[in-house]
């Protein structure tokens, strides 16, 4: 597998796994009421595991997975781009309205997702080709 698949997906389960513990809370704090202060972290259990987990996951299985040129997986710079723009992201538009940090930055949030998608599509459309094409045209 190669490196930057590792690092999606090692990252898509520190995410599933934080994740699933703040909605393992939630769950109970809906019967056993521990503190309303804990219904703060319901964005960041949303974002986590839409996007940092489902995602990302299909990033790293993406990048892997999608035919080859040759041996090369052509240009991997966009994909490296978007696993740092994703990450950035999904933590900054998680965390901004846990923290009361003003609106702009959930907004940034989302945008460096927006940009985490296209950086990635930059680099598999090519790659999205019958075995064996070079990539070029259709
Ligand atoms: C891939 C897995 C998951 C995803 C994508 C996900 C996503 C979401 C989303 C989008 C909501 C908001 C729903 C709404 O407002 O109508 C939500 C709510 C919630 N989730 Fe998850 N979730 C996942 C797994 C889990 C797990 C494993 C737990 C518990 C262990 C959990 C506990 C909760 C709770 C308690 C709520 C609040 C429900 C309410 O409105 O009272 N989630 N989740």
Known sequence: MPRLSRWFIRAALVNLAVGFTIGGLLLGHKAFPVHPLLWRLFPLHIELLLFGWTLQLIMGVGFWIFPRFWRSRGNERPAWLAFFLLNAGVWLAGLSPMLSLPPVLLT???????????????????????????????
Do not use: D, N
């Not at 927006?114 to 950086?119: I, Q």
């Not at 598999?124 to 045209?137: D, E, F, Q, T, V």
């Open 108 to 138: 940034t949030g989302r945008l460096l997702e927006l940009a985490a998608v296209a950086a990635f599509a930059v680099h598999a459309w090519p790659r999205i080709k019958p075995p064996g094409a070079s990539g070029r045209g259709f």
